[in-house]
């Protein structure tokens, strides 16, 4: 992985020059169904203002049993592979904390799912909210030493913590899919980047719970020290170069957490290049705000969002990324925006599918999260909770997933 050594440099061509390793493309999904975070303040007797300002949040994706992990990140991906040779995929990657199979990797049924050919590796990452970073690392590695291959990268998450728990407001659910290859058209990915692993209990889920737990000031704590501690690293290493960091991005959790980020590295930054970071943030979260909290796609979806919503953007335009995956493991790294980066965007699918959701009421929203899948064996019919999403569990049959 592109880390702390001087290893992974970009493939060189024929002629001995560099030739770029990146993302080509990037689509995401989130479900169908949403829950206005106003409604729920009310049902729990909490003032609006503390969602609103004090998460930072608006809405939050409320995914039906039929859209879980595999079938959100098929249809992320199904999104960006009108046009690619999918039999240059060597590498598909699935990055989760919401596993469906303690054995069977989840980026096998994707892989059947989107008919995608049989000659290439199909594995699961995990590693809380990091994971997303991780593979997309690995894959950037793999298209270095494999040239004429490309690598297809998917982060997606349920963020679940229970009815009227401390959590609830943080909930989300969504896929991020990226493309990585050779001379990419949207972003260049920077080979050297600061990483920073240490073994804390901020937030876990054990096998036998549906649901995570979590420390929630500790883990913010652990958040901005790795913050602190990574920037402080990079910038001795020369890595951040400020003056020409066109965005600093975060992973969020919370579009509030993020936002501590940024104001945490205030003071050690000159003023106009914060009042540039501070700015481009504001378009990095205008999706997450209202899809919530995706895990290991949150990142990935605040670089989506940023390049949809900020028009002032430019080829040669560096952007920084901090990755954070509570347990701990975080990073650091940079990309360039490529020449026509814009074309490969859909920033009009984008809005369709924010769009067209359903407001839940509150009434619906506790009925979807209180259904569950059996676990007996039994069969078990799903309904259709998306009717315009590609692909979807059908049902449950002696222990295993049937998907369409």
């Given at each position: 992985m592109g880390g702390d050594s001087d290893n992974g440099m970009d493939v060189m061509n024929e002629t001995g020059a560099q030739v770029p390793v990146g993302i080509d493309r990037m689509a995401w999904y989130t479900p169908n169904h949403f829950l206005d975070l106003d409604d729920l303040a009310r049902a729990r007797d909490v003032d609006p203002d503390k969602y609103r300002t004090g998460i930072g949040q608006r809405r939050m994706a409320v995914p039906t049993l039929d859209q879980d992990i595999v079938a959100m990140g098929a249809n992320a991906a199904q999104r960006l592979l009108d046009g690619v040779d999918t039999r240059r995929i060597g590498l598909l990657i699935m990055a989760t904390e919401s596993g469906i199979d303690q054995s069977k990797a989840s980026a096998l049924f994707v892989q059947e799912i989107l008919g995608l050919g049989h000659d290439m590796r199909a594995i699961e990452i995990k590693e809380a909210c990091y994971g997303g970073t991780a593979g997309l690392q690995i894959a950037a590695d793999y298209v270095r030493v494999h040239p004429g291959r490309t690598a297809l990268v998917i982060a997606a998450d349920i963020a679940r913590y229970g009815l009227r728990s401390g959590g609830e407001v943080t909930q989300g659910a969504g896929a991020v899919a990226m493309l990585v290859a050779r001379s990419p058209r949207l972003m260049r990915l920077e080979p050297e980047s600061v990483c920073r692993s240490m073994s804390v209990g901020d937030f876990w889920r054990p096998n036998y719970a549906t649901e995570a737990m979590a420390k929630g000031k500790y883990s913010e704590q652990v958040y901005l020290r790795m913050v602190d501690d990574i920037w402080h690293a990079s910038k001795g290493r020369g890595l951040t170069r400020e003056e020409g960091l066109a965005a600093l991005l975060f992973h969020i959790p919370f579009t509030k957490m993020g936002r501590k980020g940024l104001r945490s590295l205030e003071t050690q930054l000159d003023p106009d290049v914060y009042a540039r970071l501070t700015r481009r943030f504001e378009a990095a979260i205008v999706y997450g705000r209202d899809v919530g909290n995706i895990y290991t796609g949150s990142l990935y979806l605040s670089l989506i969002s940023?390049?949809?919503?900020?028009?002032?953007?430019?080829?040669?335009?560096?952007?920084?990324?901090?990755?954070?995956?509570?347990?701990?493991?975080?990073?650091?790294?940079?990309?360039?925006?490529?020449?026509?980066?814009?074309s490969v965007l859909d920033a009009e699918g984008d809005r369709v599918l924010l769009e067209g959701r359903q407001r839940l009421s509150l009434e619906g929203y506790e009925t979807i999260f209180s259904r569950s899948l059996v676990t007996d064996g039994s069969t078990q019919v799903l309904e259709q909770g998306d009717p315009h999403a590609p692909h979807r569990l059908v049902r449950l049959e002696r222990h295993e997933r049937v998907y369409r």
């Amino acid at each position: 992985m592109g880390g702390d050594s001087d290893n992974g440099m970009d493939v060189m061509n024929e002629t001995g020059a560099q030739v770029p390793v990146g993302i080509d493309r990037m689509a995401w999904y989130t479900p169908n169904h949403f829950l206005d975070l106003d409604d729920l303040a009310r049902a729990r007797d909490v003032d609006p203002d503390k969602y609103r300002t004090g998460i930072g949040q608006r809405r939050m994706a409320v995914p039906t049993l039929d859209q879980d992990i595999v079938a959100m990140g098929a249809n992320a991906a199904q999104r960006l592979l009108d046009g690619v040779d999918t039999r240059r995929i060597g590498l598909l990657i699935m990055a989760t904390e919401s596993g469906i199979d303690q054995s069977k990797a989840s980026a096998l049924f994707v892989q059947e799912i989107l008919g995608l050919g049989h000659d290439m590796r199909a594995i699961e990452i995990k590693e809380a909210c990091y994971g997303g970073t991780a593979g997309l690392q690995i894959a950037a590695d793999y298209v270095r030493v494999h040239p004429g291959r490309t690598a297809l990268v998917i982060a997606a998450d349920i963020a679940r913590y229970g009815l009227r728990s401390g959590g609830e407001v943080t909930q989300g659910a969504g896929a991020v899919a990226m493309l990585v290859a050779r001379s990419p058209r949207l972003m260049r990915l920077e080979p050297e980047s600061v990483c920073r692993s240490m073994s804390v209990g901020d937030f876990w889920r054990p096998n036998y719970a549906t649901e995570a737990m979590a420390k929630g000031k500790y883990s913010e704590q652990v958040y901005l020290r790795m913050v602190d501690d990574i920037w402080h690293a990079s910038k001795g290493r020369g890595l951040t170069r400020e003056e020409g960091l066109a965005a600093l991005l975060f992973h969020i959790p919370f579009t509030k957490m993020g936002r501590k980020g940024l104001r945490s590295l205030e003071t050690q930054l000159d003023p106009d290049v914060y009042a540039r970071l501070t700015r481009r943030f504001e378009a990095a979260i205008v999706y997450g705000r209202d899809v919530g909290n995706i895990y290991t796609g949150s990142l990935y979806l605040s670089l989506i969002s940023l390049l949809a919503n900020d028009p002032t953007l430019g080829e040669g335009n560096r952007i920084g990324l901090f990755s954070y995956g509570s347990g701990a493991v975080a990073e650091l790294f940079f990309g360039v925006l490529q020449p026509g980066f814009r074309s490969v965007l859909d920033a009009e699918g984008d809005r369709v599918l924010l769009e067209g959701r359903q407001r839940l009421s509150l009434e619906g929203y506790e009925t979807i999260f209180s259904r569950s899948l059996v676990t007996d064996g039994s069969t078990q019919v799903l309904e259709q909770g998306d009717p315009h999403a590609p692909h979807r569990l059908v049902r449950l049959e002696r222990h295993e997933r049937v998907y369409r």
